[in-house]
């Protein structure tokens, strides 16, 4: 156990729906980051934040968004669903922003859009 | 532009012999960090060995060490007497080490299963 949490676990849903993904970093960790892994892109860094402020971003689409809150847990806001969002997404934390400090993940979500 | 190479995308290997996982990256950066992890059929992505680009010797955690050689901009895996349970994704990864802003930047995978 990373000491990582995500939920949900599996998210089922429409096109064109919106679904929020949520992630609670490990305890003393500031950093917080969203990766999707889908079978044709492989693993895709979307976004970084670091005590509460965005720090970098990948390729992240515009109908994703993200933040993170003053409690440090960060949510993952997918909009205007389409059949290829459909992957696992994973939150990642470390403890500062350094390259040197390793990312521990979650456990996932994995969405299916139908 | 960095890129991370793993040129197995599977490998069989027998219970209890070790295995090397090829890993080649390239980076302009001078200061990166290397970063193995694993995936098992549950999904989850655990974090296995790290390697600073300035370190002199190879890191080491347990069974696995990263076979790290520089000039080649190769960071192998190497698992010493595996077992059943290695059998699972694993994935080589970069990050730049001196950027707040860095992102870090996987391979495509290889796929391990160990045989009994």
């Known amino acids: 156990d990373s000491g990582v949490t995500q939920t949900p676990k599996h998210l089922i849903t429409a096109t064109g729906q919106r679904v929020t993904l949520r992630c609670s970093p490990r305890?003393?960790?500031?950093?917080v980051y969203w990766y999707q892994q889908s079978l044709d892109q492989g693993l895709q860094f979307l976004i970084q934040y670091y005590n509460g402020e965005e720090r970098a971003k990948g390729n992240i689409l515009e109908r994703f968004s993200a933040q993170q809150f003053p409690d440090l847990h960060s949510e993952l806001n997918l909009s205007s669903l389409e059949l290829g969002d459909s992957a696992l997404y994973f939150c990642?934390?470390?403890?500062?922003?350094?390259?040197?400090?390793?990312?521990?993940f979650g456990p996932g979500t994995r969405l299916t859009v139908l | 532009a960095q890129k991370i190479t793993q040129t197995q995308p599977g490998m069989f290997v027998q219970e209890k012999e070790a295995v090397t996982l090829d890993c080649t990256y390239d980076?302009?950066?001078?200061?990166?960090?290397l970063f193995w992890y694993k995936q098992p059929s549950s999904g989850e992505m655990i974090f296995l060995i790290y390697q600073g680009s300035y370190d002199e010797q190879n890191a080491t955690e347990g069974r696995y060490s990263l076979n790290f050689q520089k000039a080649r901009k190769s960071a192998n895996l190497v698992i010493s007497a595996s077992q059943l349970g290695d059998s699972a994704m694993y994935f080589c990864?970069?990050?730049?080490?001196?950027?707040?802003?860095?992102?870090?930047?996987f391979g495509s995978g290889t796929r391990l299963s160990i045989r009994p």
């Open positions: 980076t302009s950066d001078q200061s990166y960090g």
């Open positions: 990864a970069m990050r730049e080490l001196y950027s707040s802003a860095s992102k870090i930047i």
């Open positions: 305890s003393g960790d500031l950093s």
């Open positions: 990642a934390s470390s403890v500062k922003t350094s390259g040197t400090d390793t990312q521990y």
